[in-house]
């Protein structure tokens, strides 16, 4: 006789129960960069909004931001630690190729022996682990998740390039997600273009550098190529991401989309047509471009300055180096 698996089923809904946020140690004005790229601090102002960019010491890690990030929003959320039985990191600047940041992370934070794993879906990450969290608790495989986008770029910046240096910062922002009574995060709609990889991303591989034939490999970027693909490609997602939740623009409380470029943001803001009610996150102006721990960032300010958006819905919307993208309607704890 065949015996029947047992499969487990868990809550219908889930939702981001809290936020927790790390930024790096130092704030560097443009006044500090502009030698290198022979450029000047209006020049960046126009092109990307950028005033300060948060930057952490030599000796801190991605590993660290992920971990303070981490242990604030398990605190803001009110639950035990030990709770947490799933715990995902995504960051394209692991300081090591193994072990994962997660792994490390989920011990810091008190939550061993949590299942733990990294992501590497650059700066939609978070929206990617969002959705993953989601799905794995409502499969009954976690009760509580933990969410984390960090990143140390400046470990991989080099200050001559023109291109995205001066772009890039340091942090990571955490969320908590957990079973709820009312659905609180909608179907992500995400994919990916490999045909692009080389628009953005490494420009040299470790093995390379390893071998003496390249320098240590840093960040690159096709600007105006970026810019484009971001503005009217992503704006089409944003767009079935709200069509996915079964709301309209006016019925949001912010969005939120990735800090890659200010102008991007007012861009976005213009296609999606959004009404002067819906509060934007503009959080590179201070913070600059953290990759995967932008959005979550960018929400943490947002629910400080912003207390009113609480308990509304926010469009959420990462897009970056793959290429890849994700987004998705939230409601905001």
């Known amino acids: 006789m065949t015996r029947t698996l047992i499969q487990p089923t868990g809550p219908a809904h889930t939702r981001i129960l809290a936020y927790g946020a790390a930024r790096g140690e130092n704030l560097v004005p443009n006044d500090d960069l502009i030698a290198a790229i022979d450029s000047s601090d209006e020049w960046i102002r126009q092109r990307t909004g950028i005033v300060t960019r948060a930057r952490a010491n030599a ?47 989920a011990d810091r934070v008190g939550a061993n022996p949590a299942a733990a794993y990294d992501v590497n879906a650059a700066c939609a990450g978070f929206a990617y682990g969002v959705a993953q969290a989601d799905a794995l608790i409502r499969a009954g495989a976690a009760s509580y998740a933990l969410v984390i986008g960090a990143e ?3 470990d991989i910046v080099d200050p001559t390039d023109r291109s995205i240096s001066f772009l890039l910062g340091d942090g990571a922002g955490a969320a908590v997600i957990g079973p709820s009574d009312f659905p609180g995060i909608g179907r992500t709609v995400w994919g990916s273009d490999g045909s692009k990889a080389d628009v953005v991303g490494m420009n040299h591989t470790l093995v390379e550098f390893r071998d003496g034939l390249a320098p240590w490999p840093t960040m690159r970027q096709e600007g105006p190529t970026v810019f484009r693909w971001a503005v009217w490609e992503m704006a089409k997602v944003a767009h079935q991401a709200l069509e996915a939740a079964g709301i309209e623009a006016s019925d949001l409380a912010a969005f939120i989309p990735h800090q890659a470029n200010m102008r991007i943001i007012d861009q976005f803001a213009k296609q999606l047509k959004l009404p002067e009610s819906v509060v934007i996150a503009r959080d590179i102006e201070t913070t600059g471009n953290t990759s995967a721990a932008s959005i979550p960032l960018a929400t943490h300010r947002l629910l400080r300055e912003h207390p009113e958006v609480s308990g509304g819905l926010a469009l959420q919307i990462g897009f970056g180096a793959g290429l890849v993208f994700g987004a998705q309607v939230v409601v905001l704890p």
């Open 59 to 105: 000796q801190t890690t991605a590993v660290d931001l992920a971990s303070r990030a981490g242990a604030e929003a398990i605190a803001a959320a009110g639950i035990d630690p030990a709770q947490i039985d799933l715990v995902i990191v995504t960051t394209i600047t692991n300081p090591r190729q193994t072990p994962s940041v997660s792994a490390i992370v």
């Open 152 to 154: 140390k770029l400046s």
